[in-house]
């Protein structure tokens, strides 16, 4: 669809708990620019057999569509929202502020203040409507989504099982000596 991000990777690797059909995760960005950085929490998504949906979805560009979207998000049968922005990042926010759903917030980074500006725009939420701010960039998109996995293995064994196994294959792959 036309807000659907280009070059979106197919998300047919469902595997476990497929939610009725319906997406597990929804990740929204507020422009396509985002995606590069976006791409990383999908594609570890993926990795990890996790259903999801990416949207463009601006909070300045487009308000009336955050705000069916956030406010739709529990009906829909999403469990986690991860949101990346950059500049005056709102998005998170925003989304935070319609949906009781965990929000995890990604900074992306920025040309002018390479990231700053949304990292802090997007963790500095007043007490009471909480975002879950991870890392600016590649790092942070990559833990949204592993953290997401964690919240939803809380209550799905077989993801459980997907993640232990993700993590034990990261440190298999950690050389003991740098290589020549
Ligand atoms: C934000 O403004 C987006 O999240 C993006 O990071 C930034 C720049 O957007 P574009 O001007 O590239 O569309 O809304």
Not at 10 to 30: K, L, W
Not at 100 to 127: A, C, H, N, W, Y
Not at 136 to 161: F, H, P, Q, T, V
């Amino acid at each position: 669809t036309e807000n659907t991000p280009v070059m979106a990777p197919d998300n047919d690797t469902e595997t476990a708990a497929d939610n009725n059909g319906q997406p597990r995760v929804g990740v929204i960005m507020g422009s396509q620019s985002d995606w590069e950085t976006m791409l990383h929490a999908t594609g570890t998504l993926e990795a990890l057999g996790i259903s999801f949906e990416a949207r463009i979805v601006s909070a300045h560009r487009t308000p009336d569509r955050l705000a069916d979207y956030a406010k739709t998000a529990v009906e829909r049968g999403l469990s986690v929202i991860i949101a990346g922005a950059g500049g005056a990042a709102h998005l998170p926010g925003m989304c935070a502020a319609w949906t009781r759903l965990p929000v995890l917030g990604v900074p992306v980074e920025s040309k002018t203040l390479k990231g700053m500006d949304s990292l802090l725009s997007i963790v500095q939420m007043p007490g009471g409507v909480p975002v879950g701010t991870l890392a600016i960039g590649k790092a942070g998109a990559i833990n949204a989504a592993l953290l997401a996995a964690s919240i939803l293995a809380l209550a799905d064994i077989d993801l459980a099982a997907r993640l232990d196994t993700w993590r034990a294959l990261q440190t298999a792959s950690v050389r003991d000596e740098p290589e020549e």
